[in-house]
């Protein structure tokens, strides 16, 4: 993320760290090796303060597209997946760089390494553009990484909001796929709790606590 007390939020895009880049991808392979964890997601960073995203808009994707096919290089060595995350300006992050999953996709297309994939999180991209069976669909065979949250209170998928997940869920299982859904959600209470919602899915399914079929049983 970089420094996070002088307001950053990644450095891949940023023009000028690129130095600064490289040592903390190399930090974060180190502690990816040593906890077994084959994706490291790569932070595009904000909109320089005091500019205008529109006027540097090109030295940052210039800037990303170096510092990915870098980044892509490394991880190679590793067997390891960059994955590029869109997070929304709109309620989240009005100066994150990287914000919707067609830029991502775009600028992937551009770096051409088949080791950085999309870590497609649906909250941020329902705020920016809605439409997530098409999306899904769409850029499916980009993606390495799924998030989920409830919008717009950023909670359980179970909580209040606009999103289906039990529909949801069952489109990425048509889609066939079998990476991990990752829970970037705050609870609104006790975190185990909070899980109830994934038992009752799998209720829903036929599904033992754990994902595991009754009828294997």
Not at 54 to 66: L, N, R, S, Y
Not at 141 to 146: F, K, N, S, V, Y
């Amino acid at each position: 993320p970089g420094d996070q007390e002088a307001g950053e939020l990644g450095l891949a895009a940023v023009p000028g760290r690129q130095a600064a880049f490289r040592q903390a991808l190399e930090a974060a392979v180190h502690y990816a090796r040593a906890v077994g964890c084959p994706r490291i997601h790569v932070m595009a960073g904000r909109v320089p303060l005091g500019t205008e995203r529109a006027a540097v808009a090109g030295e940052m994707e210039t800037t990303f597209i170096e510092n990915l096919r870098y980044a892509a290089d490394l991880l190679s060595q590793e067997d390891m997946i960059g994955l590029l995350e869109p997070i929304n300006n709109r309620i989240t992050d009005p100066r994150y760089y990287l914000n919707t999953p067609h830029q991502a996709a775009a600028i992937l297309e551009k770096v051409g390494r088949p080791n950085l994939k999309l870590q497609l999180d649906l909250f941020h991209c329902q705020i920016m553009d809605g439409n997530l069976s098409r999306n899904l669909e769409m850029y499916f065979p980009l993606i390495g990484h799924i998030q989920i949250a409830q919008v717009p209170g950023r909670h359980e998928p179970d909580s209040p909001g606009e999103l289906n997940f039990p529909y949801i869920f069952e489109l990425l299982e048509s889609l066939g796929y079998t990476g991990y859904v990752g829970c970037e959600y705050a609870p609104k209470g006790d975190t185990l709790e909070g899980l109830g919602w994934l038992r009752s899915y799998w209720e829903s399914r036929g599904l033992q606590h754990g994902g595991t079929s009754k009828a294997a049983k």
